[in-house]
């Protein structure tokens, strides 16, 4: 599991720095915490740039929309989030956390 | 994340060195653990090696703040010596189990693309073929071939390095003389007694794919205990 991940952290981590080079705001987004059942395993990333763009994955899909939005505060006003993404097992379909778990992810500044 | 931060994570990556991130989920930290040191206090960088060690990122708790450890280990690979009937299995599981494998023998009629469709093969000779490549903790190094000319010099190699893993197929009597040689070579009894050999967890198997999981078995106890 752990080296299937280890070509995408190199990914975002590029990512990251061809964006930064470019002069473009950037923000990183990682799982630190999962209960339950959850798609993407704790350290996995996303790198979000301050018009939006992102690459990586912190769920396998429905709460990346909520992460970017976030990320962009974060690009704006430096501060660091901590995001708790709750889901009942009746929810969990409906944000892609099929098994009804809760992820937890911290989204800092680039700087 | 500081931009110095990510430069290091980028240029130990891009040299196969293991490294940790350490942030407290408040922003008030954002250091690099690199070689188990960095500038953090001991209960914390003691937290870093077991996470590196374990090849697990994970939160914790220290002085009443929360925070994160994000490891970023070179992938795991295997040194395969010997394009014999154990290699087949053997890296079969262990691409399964997420390392990359690189099969070596210099006797061409051996190491065919034909017989290993799905592996790097490297036909130089097995100290060559290893300095080559490389060896560091996060390399396992198995010898196959039962002759000492092909063994011995992998051996040598692996026994200077930090793999963590480092087997040789062979039976008692076959390793007392293998032992025999490396203290002529000048390999101390230290040095000596990291090889696993005879080799695997003692499954009671003796089908190539069972001694190849015997093996596969020992090297990932070894990477985590």
């Known amino acids: 599991m752990a080296d299937a991940a280890v070509g995408e952290a190199d990914a975002i981590l590029d990512r990251a720095a061809a964006w930064a080079a470019a002069g473009r705001g950037v923000a990183l987004a990682t799982v630190v915490k999962t209960w339950g059942s959850s798609p993407r395993a704790v350290g996995s990333q996303l790198v979000v740039d301050d018009a939006g763009a992102f690459e990586g994955s912190v769920s396998g899909g429905c709460i990346e929309g909520a992460v970017v939005m976030e990320a962009r505060r974060t690009i704006e006003d430096g501060a660091p989030r901590l995001l708790d993404f709750g889901v009942s097992d009746e929810e969990a379909w409906d944000v892609g956390l099929a098994c009804g778990g809760s992820i937890e992810v911290f989204v800092e500044k680039l700087a | ?225």
């Open chain 2, 1 to 225: 994340m500081k931009a110095e931060t990510l430069a290091r994570l980028r240029a130990a990556r891009g040299e196969r060195r293991p490294v940790a991130r350490v942030a407290a989920l408040d922003g008030s930290v954002d250091a690099v653990v690199e070689d188990g040191e960095g500038p953090l206090p001991e209960p914390v960088l003691e937290v870093v090696r077991a996470a590196l060690k374990q090849n697990r990122s994970h939160d914790f708790e220290h002085e009443g703040g929360r925070w994160f450890v994000q490891v970023f280990n070179p992938p795991l690979r295997l040194i395969v010596v010997g394009a014999v009937h154990i290699s087949q299995p053997l890296i079969g599981m262990a691409s399964g189990l997420g390392y990359d494998v690189t099969l070596v023998d210099p006797r061409g009629a051996f190491a065919t693309a034909q017989r290993f469709p799905d592996v790097a093969i490297c036909d130089e000779w097995p100290d060559d073929a290893l300095e080559a490549l490389g060896v560091d903790g996060r390399t396992a190094v198995v010898t196959l071939t039962h002759d000492p000319k092909l063994d011995d010099p992998a051996l040598h190699v692996a026994l200077r390095s930090e793999a963590f893993y480092v087997g040789a197929l062979g039976s008692r009597r076959t390793h007392a003389k293998r032992v025999e040689r490396l203290v002529e070579a000048g390999f101390d009894e230290a040095a000596i007694g990291r090889i696993r050999a005879p080799i695997g967890l003692d499954l009671g198997g003796r089908a190539p794919a069972e001694i190849a999981l015997a093996i596969a078995a020992e090297m990932t106890e070894a990477l985590y205990r």
